[in-house]
């Protein structure tokens, strides 16, 4: 049976994420879809400790079925890869399938190890208005092997965690861009205010 995975910093989680989620598995049948909380994500910086993240994570997640909240990035030191999570992933996992989305999928070629991460792992792209699976095509016409990248529809969230920190930075309600179990954790531990 296929696992799911999708990985990010979720910094804080939010509606989009959940969104992802949802939407893969009303289209993929998955045995179950861990979320993996990067631990010391090497191609961005993050605000907050990845025990929090993960905590946040857990809250944002919770309740949805075949979901399991994957901590292999937070018991390894240094920054992982990608690729690195899912060779570890094999050891445990027969058939994955890592669920990106389509902005994501936009800069797949830069990753690190792109092809790599195909030989381990199928790709499901999750596609949104403003990310139509045509303007991807050259990305998928660059990849040794296209047919291993599938394409799924999911409703426009136009928010990204950074734009929730500055929220929270300005004083503004974010409410209705994250589950109020995780705008509860941020208010409790006074995340994002500088």
Known sequence: MTTGVFGGAFDPPHLGHISLVR????????????????????????????EIRCRMTELAFA?????????????????????????????SHDDLTLLVGADQFAGFRSWHEPDAILELARLA????????????????????QPERVSFFPIPAHPVSSEQIRARVREGLP??????????????DLGLYKR
């Open 23 to 50: 939407g893969a598995l009303e289209r993929f049948d998955f045995e179950c879809l861990l979320v993996v909380p990067a631990g010391d994500p090497p191609h961005k910086t993050v605000a907050t400790p990845a």
């Open 63 to 91: 309740g949805i079925p075949q979901l399991e909240i994957s901590r292999i990035e937070l018991e390894s030191s240094g920054p992982r890869y990608t690729v690195d999570t899912l060779r570890l992933l094999r050891e």
């Open 125 to 144: 792209v999750a596609s949104r208005p403003g990310y139509e699976e045509e303007a991807l095509s050259p990305v998928l016409a660059a990849l040794a």
């Open 174 to 187: 974010i409410g209705d861009l994250v589950p109020s179990e995780v705008v509860a954790e941020i208010t």
